[in-house]
Structure formats: structure tokens, C-alpha cells
């Protein structure tokens, strides 16, 4: 399995950016799929995932409202959407993936990793 995330860069408040995840190989390894990002200093924490082969959605309550995770037709490509960003999103962004069919908000539950994209938002 490998994650190719992509999309990141340095913009203003309120702006907005998308960022992909294109995963290639095992896609039987990929039943979920998520993003998580890390800030300087802080964990990697949760920001949004999804079944592949599902529409449900999730997110953390920092994001919500204001990040969107969707997935192309083929389900090999995933995005976050995010918009209104703020000076605290800062971070660098992970897409993962895990096999498991249950959603898990916990980092240590995904098997897969990319190699993540920066985000930077400046006030």
C-alpha cells in the first residue's frame, strides 16, 4: 500500500485549499481512510475519515463545518476539502489508511501512511 498526499502550501486566513491522497496497491488494505495532521510541538491528531467504500463521514470538532473528506469514483483518490482556514490548521498534513471496516479517530489504529503535505496559514 502507498499513500501520496498532496495539495499543501502556504495561503492566508479564510482561504481555502484541497489536498489529495492518491493510494496505490492492497486496495483490500484501505477500508479506511483518513487524514490526520501535526502540528510543531503537538501530536498527530484526527481531522477527518471515511469508508472507502462508504459515504459516511467524520470528523473532529475543529474541523467540522469547515473541512469536507470525499472520495473519487474509483476510490483510489482521496481529498480534504478545507476552507476557512485558520492560523491554527497550521500543520502538516497525513493521509493513512487501516483495513479495518470500523472508523477509528485514534492514530496508532492505521497501518498506512503517506508522507504527509504542509500546510501553513498565516494570519
Known amino acids: 500500500v502507498q499513500l501520496q498526499a498532496s495539495g499543501g502550501g502556504l495561503v492566508q486566513a479564510g482561504a481555502s485549499l484541497r489536498l489529495s491522497c492518491a493510494a496505490s496497491g492492497r486496495t483490500s488494505s484501505m477500508n479506511v481512510m483518513a487524514w490526520f495532521r501535526q502540528a510543531p510541538g503537538k501530536e498527530r491528531e484526527f481531522v477527518a475519515a471515511?469508508?472507502?467504500?462508504?459515504?459516511?463521514?467524520y470528523y473532529a470538532d475543529s474541523v467540522k463545518g469547515r473541512f469536507t473528506i470525499s472520495k473519487d469514483n474509483a476510490k483510489t483518490t482521496v481529498f480534504l476539502q478545507m476552507n476557512s482556514l485558520r492560523p491554527e490548521d497550521t500543520a502538516v498534513y497525513y493521509c493513512?489508511?487501516?483495513?479495518?471496516?470500523?472508523?477509528?479517530?485514534?492514530?496508532?489504529?492505521?497501518?498506512?501512511w503517506g508522507q504527509g503535505t504542509l500546510v501553513t496559514v498565516s494570519s
Open positions: 493513512a489508511a487501516r483495513p479495518f471496516t470500523v472508523i477509528s479517530y485514534d492514530r496508532r489504529q492505521y497501518n498506512y
Open positions: 471515511m469508508p472507502r467504500s462508504g459515504t459516511n463521514t
